[in-house]
């Protein structure tokens, strides 16, 4: 089946512009979570949504990082007032509600270059 | 969830078995052991997790030692595709999933 799918898989954008980075989870899975990982470093946690739940919004660096997921599936991530150092590749993962063991699927990421 | 120590790279030749360390000696008794790996450019992938009881599936087999201070990553036959950053990460069965993870294991599997 398919799996999770991320867009666009690279973006380039000015400093100061929004961007809105996009996950698709795969189907029937309603915990998402979203990672950075900058050049040669670790994942950064971000945001994990879970089923009807407030999310944890825990890692956003910043109040310029949102995220939202409508109708459970799709997941946008959004930046404002792009600075240089939100430059990393954006990950999105998912898995299973009720099964606390289910493993993250991974997509593979967005690039964004900040310039 | 436990902190784990894991060596940051090591060279593997094809063919042969690569075994990958990781210490957590500060887990919990309700904390799971959990392997992913990161090949160049792709998101991290999902290879293995195991609870005390030593876990095999199509990919590798996980080893915990009895007090599960410690655990190893065996990948049977490496091959050039198995080149990536390999994760160990524990973590409770309730946190949903949240995972942190470290600096990784480079393995380099050289022909």
């Known amino acids: 089946g398919a799996g999770v799918s991320q867009s666009p898989s690279n973006k380039v954008t000015e400093k100061g512009k929004d961007v809105e980075l996009r996950c698709d989870p795969i189907?029937?899975?309603?915990?998402l979570y979203w990672y950075r990982q900058s050049l040669g470093q670790g994942l950064e946690f971000l945001i994990y949504?879970?089923?009807?739940?407030?999310?944890?919004k825990s890692g956003l660096p910043s109040d310029r990082f949102s995220a939202e997921r409508t109708g459970g599936s799709v997941s946008t991530l959004t930046i404002q007032r792009t600075q240089q150092e939100d430059s990393a590749v954006y990950l999105c993962?998912?898995?299973?509600?009720?099964?606390?063991?289910?493993?993250?699927?991974f997509g593979n990421g967005t690039r964004l270059t900040v310039t | 969830d436990a902190k784990t120590t894991q060596p940051p790279s090591m060279d593997c030749a094809e063919g042969r078995a690569a075994n990958l360390p990781c210490n957590h000696s500060?887990?919990?008794?309700?904390?799971?052991v959990y392997w992913y790996r990161q090949i160049h450019s792709q998101g991290p992938q999902y290879i293995i997790h195991?609870?005390?009881n030593n876990e095999t599936n199509e990919m590798a087999s996980l080893i915990i030692t009895e007090d599960r201070k410690s655990s190893t990553l065996i990948l049977p036959h490496a091959t050039l595709r198995d080149t990536a950053v390999y994760y160990c990460?524990?973590?409770?069965?309730?946190?949903?999933?949240?995972?942190?993870f470290g600096g990784g294991t480079r393995v380099l599997v050289k022909p």
């Open positions: 500060t887990i919990s008794g309700n904390e799971y």
């Open positions: 993962a998912s898995s299973l509600v009720g099964q606390n063991n289910s493993p993250l699927h």
């Open positions: 195991g609870l005390k």
């Open positions: 949504f879970q089923g009807n739940s407030a999310p944890d």
């Open positions: 189907s029937g899975h309603t915990a």
């Open positions: 990460i524990v973590t409770i069965k309730a946190a949903g999933n949240k995972l942190t």
